[in-house]
C-alpha cells in the first residue's frame, strides 16, 4: 500500500511508516440511551473475552505500546470474574465493508491471527466455543466515514451521508445479526454479551463546530445497536461529553508531535472503565 497520506489522514510521525495508516479509526459517538442498556438482560462472563473492531480495539498508540487497550485493560477486569482467555482481532484501519469481506489494510499486524474477514473468523471463534464466549466487544464504524472529514479545514465530504448508509447496511444487514445469531443457542437463548462501545471525539478542541455530523454518526451506531437490544458503552461522557475539549490532550494523542487520534494509556483505561460499569462486571 503507497505511504501517501492525505493531510486530515495523517496520524502518526513519519518514524511510523509503517504502521501510520493503522489511525484510520477515528472516534466519534454521542451517548447512547440509558434506557437502552438497563432494559438489557445481561449474561454475564464466560471463559472467553473476544474483542472486535479497528485500532481501537487493536489497542494500538503511535508510541507502539500496543498492550494497554481498552480491551487487554477491561479483560484485565474480566479475569477477578472467572474469564481466563482473551482472544483480540481488532484489525487496525478495519471498516465495516471490510470487516465482512476482508481486505483489512494491517491484517498483518494482529494480537491474534486469523485468515479471511474479520466477521467470518469472529462468527468461527464463537461457534467454535459455544455458549462460552462472553463478552464480545465491538467498536466499528469511523473507519467509514473518516475519509470524509478534513481535519485540517474542519469541513466533510460530499460523500458522507453515502458512506453513513453504507455503515448502518453493514451493521443491520450483516454484521450485528451475523454476530447475535452466533450467540444464541438453539432455544433461543442468547448465550453471551455482545456489547458496542460509542466513541470519544479527537478533534472536539480542534473542530468543535462538526459536532453535527458527529451526532450523525453516533445515533446512527446507537440506533442500530438498539435494534438488536445491544448495549452501547457510553465512551463519550466518560471522555467529557460536551467538556470533552478539556480532556482530549490527557486522554487521547491527538495533542503530542504525533497528532495522533488514539487513546493514551490512560484514554484507554478509561474506556475500559467503562466498559465495566455499562455491564456491572
Known amino acids: 500500500m503507497a505511504v501517501h497520506i492525505p493531510r486530515h489522514l495523517t496520524l502518526v510521525g513519519i518514524s ?13 459517538l454521542v451517548p447512547p440511551t440509558r434506557a437502552h442498556a438497563a432494559s438489557y438482560t445481561w449474561v454475564g462472563p464466560k471463559k472467553y473475552d473476544l474483542g472486535l473492531g479497528d485500532s481501537l480495539a487493536f489497542g494500538y498508540q503511535p508510541n507502539l505500546d500496543w498492550t494497554h487497550g481498552y480491551v487487554q485493560d477491561f479483560y484485565n477486569n474480566l479475569k477477578s470474574h472467572g474469564t481466563s482467555s482473551l482472544t483480540d482481532y481488532g484489525c487496525n484501519g478495519e471498516t465495516s465493508t471490510t470487516m465482512i469481506n476482508g481486505g483489512c489494510p494491517y491484517a498483518y ?8 474477514p474479520q466477521l467470518t473468523a469472529a462468527v468461527n471463534f464463537i461457534t467454535g466455543h459455544a455458549g462460552a464466549v462472553s463478552p464480545v466487544t465491538l467498536d466499528m464504524g469511523a473507519n467509514d466515514v473518516l475519509p470524509d472529514i478534513n481535519s485540517s479545514t474542519c469541513t466533510v465530504s460530499s460523500s458522507w451521508s453515502t ?6 447496511n453493514n451493521l443491520v444487514n450483516t454484521i450485528l445479526p451475523d ?3 452466533a450467540l444464541t443457542n438453539k432455544r433461543g437463548q442468547r448465550t453471551g454479551d455482545l456489547i458496542m462501545t460509542n466513541y470519544y471525539d479527537p478533534y472536539a478542541a480542534q473542530c468543535p463546530g462538526d459536532l453535527s455530523y458527529v451526532q450523525q ?5 446507537t440506533n442500530d445497536a438498539a435494534l438488536f437490544n445491544i448495549p452501547v458503552v ?12 478539556a480532556n482530549i490532550c490527557t486522554y487521547t494523542w491527538i495533542c503530542s508531535s504525533y497528532h495522533d487520534i488514539h487513546a493514551t494509556d490512560t484514554g484507554y483505561q478509561v474506556m475500559a472503565n467503562a466498559f465495566s460499569t455499562t455491564a456491572g462486571y
Open 163 to 168: 458512506d453513513l448508509a453504507t455503515l448502518h
Open 109 to 116: 499486524a494482529l494480537h491474534n491471527y486469523y485468515f479471511g
Open 179 to 181: 454476530l447475535i445469531h
Open 16 to 28: 511510523l511508516v509503517i504502521l501510520a495508516l493503522i489511525a484510520t479509526s477515528l472516534h466519534f
Open 217 to 221: 454518526l453516533n445515533s446512527e451506531i
Open 234 to 245: 457510553d465512551t463519550y461522557t466518560a471522555f467529557g461529553g460536551s467538556n470533552e475539549a
